[in-house]
């Protein structure tokens, strides 16, 4: 089942920030960030694994509360290069990848000058 | 490392035709997805091979396609006979565990006229 994430589009002005949700209704062991510009291949961010361990990659950081089954990306005093549209992936358990692993529908974040 | 590579970038078909997309994954990584990306459906699993085995190919839509890696360096995506719905971009991609970060390649965008 695909995870939801909001909002679905954004637009900031550089030096602004940002906070992207994925949400599942089904427990999660893992969830993925991903970007991906415009006409390019989705780009691995970081991951997240059970426990809640915040992440950081360059000023884009995760947080994953495993009781809400919820991811949070948070982009901060955003950059030109940060434009594009996220995924997160999330993952249900270590076995049988392609029934436990999905991406969502993405976020598209435009950043202007 | 170059990458994963993926090949044509562009084809543009004829329905009813054959079409196959090749893939370089990166060397080392034992595992290849090859995943389908439109505006409605998102990304989507199609297959996934484990050491070249094909591990979970669920996500194949019909008999249509098929898909096969002959060696840990080399991998196809065959469509016969090809269908305008199967317009797409189909990315490879690879990685050294199954639930880790993805390499995807540049991906290949497919027009079925």
């Known amino acids: 089942q695909q995870p939801v994430q909001s909002p679905q589009a954004v637009i900031l002005r550089e030096g602004e920030d940002a906070v992207i949700n994925c949400s599942s209704s089904k427990a999660l062991y893992s969830v993925h960030w991903y970007r991906q510009k415009h006409g390019e291949a989705p780009v691995f961010l970081m991951i997240?694994?059970?426990?809640?361990e915040q992440k950081g990659h360059e000023k884009i950081s995760a947080s994953f509360n495993e009781k809400k089954q919820q991811s949070s990306l948070y982009l901060t005093a955003s950059q030109l290069s940060y434009s594009g549209t996220y995924f997160c992936?999330?993952?249900?358990?270590?076995?049988?990848?392609?029934?436990?692993?999905?991406f969502g529908p993405g976020t598209r974040l435009s950043v202007l000058p | 490392d170059a990458g994963v590579i993926q090949s044509p970038r562009h084809e543009v078909t004829e329905m009813g035709q054959e079409v196959t997309l090749r893939c370089k994954p990166i060397s080392g990584h034992d595992y290849l997805f090859w995943y389908r990306q439109t505006m409605m459906r998102g990304l989507e699993l199609l297959i996934y091979?484990?050491?070249?085995?094909?591990?979970?190919d669920s996500g194949m839509p019909e008999d249509r396609f098929s898909a096969k890696m002959p060696n840990a360096s080399f991998s196809t995506l065959k469509i016969q006979p090809s269908e305008p719905r199967d317009s797409a971009v189909y990315f490879c991609?690879?990685?050294?565990?199954?639930?880790?970060?993805?390499?995807f390649g540049s991906g290949t965008r497919l027009t079925v006229v």
């Open positions: 992936g999330t993952e249900r358990g270590r076995d049988n990848y392609g029934q436990n692993f999905v």
């Open positions: 997240l694994l059970k426990g809640g």
């Open positions: 091979f484990n050491n070249n085995v094909p591990i979970d």
């Open positions: 991609a690879s990685s050294w565990e199954a639930f880790y970060g993805y390499t």
